[in-house]
């Protein structure tokens, strides 16, 4: 099943696509959530956060995976992952942190890190639903374009293009890190439900994605093949 929502405003976005999250928790609430970061996931974080203190949506079974780390940033780290899921999210719903999960991106070793990380969504049983963003270039988690799809979590480095879209959260555009460990293509298509979300200054790489051939050079077009995909497009910014 494919579908294609379009709204008028990135508020509107993020309360249809925290409806499928709350569905699928309250379906299954041991659930394991593959997490995404960047300005589109906001809004759907804070109607799950309102969810929770309003409706009392449960997260206290639920397991997360995020999709990727920077190399080279504590936790801590003000533009770290696991500091925005921290501010976005974990920090206002009753979830059990032992029971997200990141990458780290100061392991000593990447190879052995990947590795694990790669091991531990296994263990989980993989993922139930993923939420994606897509990148200005069609990547999904730090899945840049290449000559072929990626088939484990790996360290990646980071595109030009995409360096220059996270810089915005840097002061300086020297400070962006230069790598970051992603789970991979396959396990984001092993997901048994993904919702994508995406805004008006996305259209064009988001229709060449859905519309346009299945190529590793646009990574996220290798979602055209998920037997489960909502695709939720806000007008707005």
Same mark, same amino acid.
């Given at each position: 099943?494919?579908?294609?929502?379009?709204?008028?405003?990135?508020?509107?976005?993020?309360?249809?696509?925290?409806?499928?999250?709350?569905?699928?928790?309250?379906?299954?609430?041991?659930?394991?959530?593959?997490?995404?970061?960047?300005?589109?996931?906001?809004?759907?974080?804070?109607?799950?956060?309102?969810?929770?203190?309003?409706?009392?949506?449960?997260?206290?079974?639920?397991?997360?995976?995020?999709?990727?780390?920077?190399?080279?940033?504590?936790?801590?780290?003000?533009?770290?992952?696991?500091a925005f899921m921290n501010e976005y999210l974990f920090d206002h719903v009753n979830i059990e942190l032992a029971n997200t999960h990141l990458p780290n991106g100061m392991a000593e070793d990447l190879s052995e890190e990947w590795k694990r990380y790669d091991g531990l969504v296994n263990s989980l049983g993989g993922i139930d639903v993923q939420l994606l963003g897509i990148g200005p270039n069609g990547h999904i988690g730090f899945n840049e374009p290449s000559d072929q799809f990626s088939k484990h979590?790996? %360290?990646?480095?980071?595109?030009? =293009?995409? &360096?220059?879209?996270? !810089?915005?959260?840097?002061?300086?555009?020297?400070?962006? $890190?230069?790598?970051?460990?992603?789970?991979?293509?396959?396990?984001?298509?092993?997901?048994?439900?993904?919702?994508? %979300?995406?805004?008006?200054?996305? =259209?064009? &790489?988001?229709?060449? !994605?859905?519309?346009?051939?299945?190529?590793?050079?646009? $990574?996220?077009?290798?979602?055209?093949?998920?037997?489960?995909?909502?695709?939720?497009?806000?007008?707005?910014?």
């Amino acid at each position: 099943m494919h579908e294609f929502i379009t709204v008028k405003t990135t508020e509107e976005m993020g309360r249809i696509g925290a409806d499928i999250f709350a569905l699928e928790i309250k379906k299954k609430p041991d659930l394991v959530l593959g997490l995404a970061t960047g300005s589109s996931p906001i809004s759907l974080y804070r109607e799950l956060v309102r969810m929770h203190k309003e409706d009392r949506l449960d997260f206290s079974r639920v397991r997360t995976v995020n999709l990727d780390e920077y190399v080279g940033l504590p936790a801590n780290h003000p533009q770290s992952y696991r500091a925005f899921m921290n501010e976005y999210l974990f920090d206002h719903v009753n979830i059990e942190l032992a029971n997200t999960h990141l990458p780290n991106g100061m392991a000593e070793d990447l190879s052995e890190e990947w590795k694990r990380y790669d091991g531990l969504v296994n263990s989980l049983g993989g993922i139930d639903v993923q939420l994606l963003g897509i990148g200005p270039n069609g990547h999904i988690g730090f899945n840049e374009p290449s000559d072929q799809f990626s088939k484990h979590t790996q %360290v990646v480095p980071l595109t030009q =293009e995409t &360096i220059d879209a996270n !810089a915005r959260f840097f002061s300086d555009e020297a400070e962006v $890190p230069r790598e970051a460990i992603t789970l991979d293509v396959r396990h984001i298509m092993q997901a048994k439900k993904i919702v994508l %979300v995406a805004t008006r200054n996305k =259209e064009s &790489i988001l229709r060449k !994605a859905l519309q346009g051939p299945i190529t590793s050079q646009i $990574p996220a077009s290798v979602l055209q093949l998920h037997q489960d995909l909502t695709v939720i497009f806000s007008e707005g910014e």
